[in-house]
């Protein structure tokens, strides 16, 4: 079991900045994948970034390439998703989600992770 707290969220004019940040409970933070998806309300979860436990291998969405970094500090059991270049279509609620994986791989659908957190908002204005 892992428990999983987002934060950083808040209103941010377009191209700004901002870092989430995701803090996971537990021991063995570094045998799970770790994902950043996002939704708008009444629409699906979509895929913004993944990176593996073992190597920090990072994997993104088209939409967000360029302009998201997703990392890990695994001794302190943290996620982070920074965030620059914001645009009003990056307006969604973010969270973060943990599957536990040994062999290296990440998950880029939301049912392929087991664990969520509550999710924190990001708006964007134009």
């Known amino acids: 079991q892992v428990q999983l707290v987002e934060s950083g969220g808040g209103l941010v004019q377009a191209g700004g900045s901002l870092r989430l940040s995701c803090a996971a409970s537990g021991r063995t933070f570094r045998n799970y994948a770790m994902g950043w998806f996002r939704q708008a309300l009444g629409k699906e979860r979509e895929f913004v970034a993944a990176?593996?436990?073992?190597?920090?291998?990072?994997y993104y969405a088209d939409s967000v390439k360029g302009r998201f970094t997703i990392s890990r500090d695994n001794a302190k059991n943290t996620l982070y998703l920074q965030m620059n270049g914001l645009k009003p279509e990056d307006t969604f609620v973010y969270y973060c989600a943990a599957t536990l994986t040994f062999n290296g791989l990440v998950g880029f659908r939301p049912s392929e992770y087991a664990y969520w957190g509550q999710g924190t908002q990001v708006t964007v204005s134009s």
């Open positions: 990176i593996s436990g073992s190597d920090g291998s990072a």
